[in-house]
DNA sequence: CATGAATGAGTATTCATTCAT
DNA sequence: CATGAATGAATACTCATTCAT
């Protein structure tokens, strides 16, 4: 007869968010963004369409929750605890995590590609994208590159980093047939045992 | 004024074809795919809403032309008229004039990345795909690679093109930061000078 | 601690009452009936959407409730204790306190005009208006002017509480600009010293 | 076969727009403005609702079309073609005037009051207010009093206007019981036959 | 051949109201 | 008594497509 608690009621809500989040973000990896309505992500999420925006405003802040979360993912994956600078044993293990992660996490990756191909995303992307990418992950290869004496690190960091969103784009769009397992150990192969 | 022949009327129809292409790619590129309206392509060109009609019988048809005719210009970019073997020199011209192709046509590959990434047109694009660059260049380069003793040719050519694929990527979505001009002399100094 | 008697119950249950009514009225005066939700009507009391519907059974019967007591307000300002005709000296003090009670309920006024502008409240308006206005006050005022010699007393009356109706009318909707004072010296002037 | 001509387009154009305004204006002042569906127009109109929005952007701007084409109305009504200066003659017919056009047009009129207590046109009308009915208007009236020896002239002319609205407001809410034409008479006794 | 007015199915969004706790 | 999550009907708005001229 009495109301929940607080703390009932933010775990619901919490529990919700999370439902919807995964949910929208697996539609839209599947389907495209504008391809997606909200009435499939509330059916496939077993609610209704309003309850959605008991908990987003809008598609699009549906849209920006997801990215952010995604951001918050994408940083977990990298640099975890240490001081940004990688031994030979650290990119290897870099590496591996990489593709480990990308394998288990294809829609997030789709979804990622797609949002850098969506123009209207494309502000949203800029901001992240400096903010993270650049910093953290850009540096860190850049320095590994520099004290291993590659003739060019900075190049060979932007040359390294498009590489890989290759190899990830053929793979997320081509699972079946891309050699995702030999492309790594070529790649470790390349970086790390010159 | 005497009345048009046949081939005139064949003339203007033609170019009017090329014109609405050209104008709906532009503006597929630059705002997405669904986020542009028939209103607009026919704004931008020139000519009325119905008008398209006329000349294709849905937005539907009209992404697929454009696809087509995309499939034909790429086809038209490699191995244009030798037999499929390339030597070292071919290697780095060919090379130069994908980046050269890539730079004067970055409408044309935003297009064709934003349609990789769409799912309703995956399977175009899976068509195409297999058809067009498994063929034609994918062999080719394999040959490339077994004829200039690569360890494993096969994985090597899915690199070079993931790795393509991804510098492309790379330019085409942020054309003042990436440095192609210098991507292109690393990627010829490592392919074509070993 | 001990339970609370009925009457305390009672008692909270009306003050209950009071503060949404009250906070229903202003948000309505400010915003518009329509604009204004259970929501927010909610969240200013301080309570619970659901609250609300403990007291009234929808937002239609909110309304009702606060034209019903808006009446009873209404009623409470003229003719409290007397005998329904009125002297000289009743008629600038019933200016007086019209006015006076006008400044002090400027919301509630507000309120009164959208509700007769407002065509779903027209037939409750109605059934009020000819319940009270027509009888108490109208008849009032008649004999006023009917006692005071004025040319045709009837026709007097709608001119007067026309007048006073436009004048509210303007002093709510422009308060900074309309001179209420002055306005209220000139129609005593002309009503009661002539 | 030859498609119609600019001129047809125009003229279509602009029968359509009025059609559309016209028909809201009647909608708009017969159920309020937020009870009044685009769905509800269109029907009314004969035409669909996609069409409605052909002419106008939005729902709010179709109002505010409607508000701009009413001040245009509105301001026909008064000193069409003199110097701004009101005899005692052209009082009278000014008076006969407005209220010639308040019995034509009252759910011209009822819009106009639906607004003035409407929160959120409330800028809107305060521009209009200003530009039209202060300058014009309001300046003429006060000259004629100042003119016609009264007392307080700006004082009379708030009194004035005031009077009017409210008399235009209790007929156009009440217009089979109030005694419009003998109001008439008794203003322009008072006003013009002192 | 060409035009743009017109349609209507589809989508995002709002909000009164219900109900499990 | 009280809460706020959940529902779904209602509504504004978009846009591919048709068609009279």
């Known amino acids: 007869m009495s109301p929940r608690t607080k703390e009932q009621y933010a775990k619901i809500r919490e529990d919700r968010r999370e439902l919807i989040l995964g949910t929208a973000l697996e539609l839209f990896a599947k389907q495209g963004i504008s391809h997606t309505t909200i009435q499939q992500i509330a059916k496939k999420a077993g609610i209704s369409k309003g309850l959605i925006y008991n908990y987003f405003t809008s598609k699009e802040e549906l849209l920006e929750e997801i990215i952010k979360a995604s951001v918050k993912h994408l940083y977990a994956f990298f640099d975890p605890d240490h001081d ?5 044993e650290e990119m290897v293990y870099f590496i591996e995590q990489q593709v480990r992660m990308l394998m288990l996490n294809i829609d997030f990756w789709k979804f990622l590609f797609m949002l850098l191909v969506q ?15 650049s910093s953290g992950m850009w540096r860190m290869i850049a320095t590994y590159f520099r004290t291993h004496n590659f003739k060019d690190p900075e190049l060979e960091t932007w ?3 498009a590489m890989l969103d290759g190899i990830y784009m053929n793979y997320v769009f081509n699972p079946e047939k891309f050699p995702i397992d030999r492309m790594k150990e070529l790649i470790i192969q390349r970086y790390c045992k010159p």
Chains 1, 2, 3, 4 share one sequence.
């Open 159 to 161: 040359f390294f980093l």
């Open 119 to 133: 123009p209207s995303a494309q502000e949203l992307i800029r901001r992240f994208q400096s903010e993270i990418l």
């Open 84 to 88: 940004g600078i990688l031994t030979t």
